[in-house]
């Protein structure tokens, strides 16, 4: 077990170098670049922003300003903004933590709605919960997650007036008590967790039901049915069990869509995360700003995929025993 999760923990870093260099390339090869946005203000000549260019190294090769910029990674140096010259890292650690709440709300709603959606599907195959949960699936499938967003803030945020529709938290927030805080900011986690995670906990529970169909079909369900066991512990306990190997290695795979999503509904709910962060130094062009993002983006989803193994090790004996 030992040699496999060093053989992941290799693997990892080579899949993360490999990250930086094409993210880096594609960043520095898109069409605009940070001097021209300085266009817009008459007061800045041409000689100064050529001195800026020359300030942060985008006259260098691209080849050697990668290099200069992975040293300074490894140090946890990402640079400075070219925005508003703050830390990057500063800037990230300020809006990691909303990030983090996000994506950890929705992957659990994912598992336990999804799993628990999908068990109760195969329990009562072709029943009416099935069928309806079925129409909701596909249209978890089919809405996109933008479209979603704009249409539940219309109608929950502005026509019902029950839920806000932007930032974590209220202006007021400091002036309400202790319980009226944490309401207040679960009222604006509400629509934000909801869309991250509909399309996510539709696929998880389509999967889990057929996987579910197939192990009651099996024959050990059978004879352990035939001798008098409970169905509920049958479902929840025998087959289940086997049903939650592949649902780890999913949750896994559906981290990055979570985090990539994040760039798309945070900005529209104003959420104050990476995404939005993300969005606004992608604009900006904003170089430090964005690769800083883009590596820790890609840190995060590769441990969160290196956890995934680490409990498929755990659930799954006979990986623990190759």
Excluded at 84 to 112: H, M, W
Excluded at 162 to 178: A, K
Excluded at 276 to 297: F, H, Q
């Amino acid at each position: 077990m030992i040699k496999l999760l060093l053989n992941r923990i290799v693997v990892l870093f080579i899949t993360f170098i490999g990250i930086t260099v094409i993210t880096f390339v594609v960043i520095n090869i898109s069409p605009g670049k940070p001097q021209d946005m300085m266009d817009m203000s008459t007061r800045i000549s041409f000689e100064a922003k050529q001195r800026l260019v020359k300030l942060y190294g985008l006259d260098k090769p691209l080849h050697i300003r990668y290099f200069n910029w992975f040293l300074r990674v490894i140090r946890l140096d990402f640079g400075t903004s070219f925005k508003d010259d703050k830390p990057v890292l500063k800037k990230i650690s300020e809006r990691l933590p909303a990030t983090l709440l996000l994506n950890i709300l929705s992957l659990g709603i994912i598992f336990f709605v999804g799993c628990t959606i999908g068990i109760l599907s195969a329990m009562y195959q072709n029943k009416f919960f099935d069928k309806l949960t079925t129409i909701v699936v596909f249209l978890g499938y089919s809405i996109p997650r933008y479209w979603l967003a704009i249409l539940c803030m219309i109608v929950f945020g502005i026509k019902l007036n029950w839920l806000p529709i932007s930032g974590l938290r209220s202006v007021n927030w400091e002036y309400l008590p202790f319980v009226g805080k944490i309401w207040d900011i679960l009222k604006h986690l509400i629509l934000p967790v909801a869309i991250s995670s509909f399309s996510g906990l539709a696929g998880l529970a389509r999967y889990v039901r057929g996987s579910m169909i197939e192990q009651l079909n099996c024959e050990y369900i059978k004879f352990a049915l035939s001798k008098g066991t409970q169905r509920k512990k049958v479902v929840f306990y025998h087959a289940f069990r086997n049903v939650l190997i592949p649902v780890v290695t999913i949750l896994g795979l559906s981290l990055p869509d979570l985090i990539g999503g994040g760039f798309i509904f945070e900005t529209i709910f104003a959420y104050p995360g990476m995404g939005r962060l993300g969005y606004e130094a992608i604009m900006a062009r904003d170089y430090p700003l964005i690769m800083g993002i883009g590596t820790i983006t890609a840190a995060l989803t590769l441990l969160g995929n290196f956890i995934a193994d680490i409990v498929y090790v755990y659930v799954d004996p006979r990986v623990r025993y190759k």
